[in-house]
Structure formats: C-alpha cells, structure tokens
C-alpha cells in the first residue's frame, strides 16, 4: 500500500502502478487475469499485459439498495454466485425474499454482458490455475467477493485480489477469502471510488469489447513468439 494516496489519472494510469505490484508477487504460473466489468476490465487489461498472461471478464453484478443503486446489498456472479451483506443500516435492509427478487433482476444484465463481451466463445478455462481478480476500486466488496467465490467454483488453484484503492472493510473482507490481496492504497475514509480518480468516465461495453479483444491479439502474438 502506498503510504500517501494521491488520486490516479485514470483506470488505465492505475492499473499501470497496480501492475508492477501484482508482479512482485511471483505468482505461480499458469496467470488468468480477471477483470470486474465494467470499470475493472482497463486496469485489469494493464495487469494482463504486465504478467504476459491471458485476459478475461469475471460477470458479477451488484445487487443495489431501491433508490440508492450505488448502495450495495450483495452481489451476483456468473456460476449461480449470490452474496448478501448485513444491511447497512439496521432496520432498513430488504430480507432475504425481497433481496432474492432484487437479484433476479440484475440477472438478466448479467446474462447480456456475458452474451455481448464473450461473443460466443467460451470462458477462459481456470481449473488448477492462480486467478488474478482486478477491480478499478473497493468499496463495499460485495462484488468482488462474489467473485472471488465464483473463481474457486470454477477451480481456481489460487485466487489472487488486486485494486488501486480499497476501503479498510472492503480490504479486510476480501483477504480472509482470497489467498494474496494487492491494494496500492487505503484512504481512512472511503466514500466513492471515483473521488480517488482525475478522469472516472464511464466505461462502455464498447470499450470492454475491443480491451478483451486487444488482450488476446497481444497474448496469442506473445504465446507464438515463445514457441519458435
């Protein structure tokens, strides 16, 4: 973690400095990197290119508070995955049957994303792999414990966390379920996760597309090279 956090540039400028700290790790080969769509998918793209290893999307969802989207409940993750957190003031959580109708409904986007980013071609494989998790930012961390959750589903030998920026709850929720967490800073108060970037655009399905299709240009490329 950097002793003082200085907002980043953007997603792709984060994802540059959260890479050479991933690298550090040694981590035991063979690497899948997965980002969290939509905003996770540029810092992951520089991660997967740091580590010379393949690029995929891991579908998660959050599940928000009605009226308060950006408040999540839980989340959703390709695989069946549900997590619901405690509510995070009391008395005002939804119980367990209306999160379950919450969740139905963002299983649909789930199904689209997945639909439009894969283009028909299958999920990289990650059994007996060490899956590297990457997200632009963690708040809550329902979304990325929903992930992390659905890589051990799918085999996953080791599952590897990494984010510029993490609240102090995030962070800790996350470690005791991944096997190494990468945070580069943890501000002593988290609101959003944008407030600790210069540029927070939106990210768009478009841009999801052509990075996964950019990625697996550049590894097949470096993959042949190895070979000869």
């Known amino acids: 973690m950097r002793p003082s956090l200085t907002p980043f540039a953007d997603r792709r400028a984060a994802g540059r400095q959260l890479a050479g700290a991933v690298a550090g790790l040694c981590l035991r080969p063979p690497l899948v990197v997965l980002g969290l769509p939509r905003g996770g998918v540029p810092v992951a793209f520089e991660v997967a290119r740091e580590l010379h290893a393949p690029l995929d999307v ?4 959050k599940v928000g ?78 979304t ?30 996350i470690g005791a379920e991944c096997d190494a967490i990468v945070i580069l800073g943890i501000p002593p108060w988290l609101r959003a996760v944008g407030e600790w970037y210069l540029d927070f655009g939106q990210v768009e399905d478009r841009e999801v597309c052509e990075l996964l299709q950019d990625s697996g240009r550049k590894h ?6 190895t070979a000869r």
């Open 65 to 142: 508070m009605p009226g308060q989207p950006e408040l999540a409940l839980g989340a959703i993750a390709t695989g069946g995955i549900t997590v619901q957190q405690p509510p995070h003031f009391r008395g005002y959580g939804p119980d367990a049957q209306q999160f379950a109708a919450l969740a139905e409904r963002e299983r649909g986007e789930l199904e689209r994303r997945e639909q439009l980013y894969r283009a028909g071609r299958p999920p990289l494989e990650l059994e007996g792999k060490t899956a590297v998790l990457v997200d632009d930012g963690l708040a809550t961390g329902a």
């Open 144 to 173: 990325m414990l929903a992930a992390v959750r659905a890589a051990r589903q799918a085999g996953a030998a080791g599952v590897v966390v990494a984010a510029p920026v993490a609240s102090d709850e995030a962070a800790a929720l």
């Open 220 to 225: 097949v490329g470096r993959s042949r090279a």
């Open 58 to 61: 891991m579908l998660v969802r």
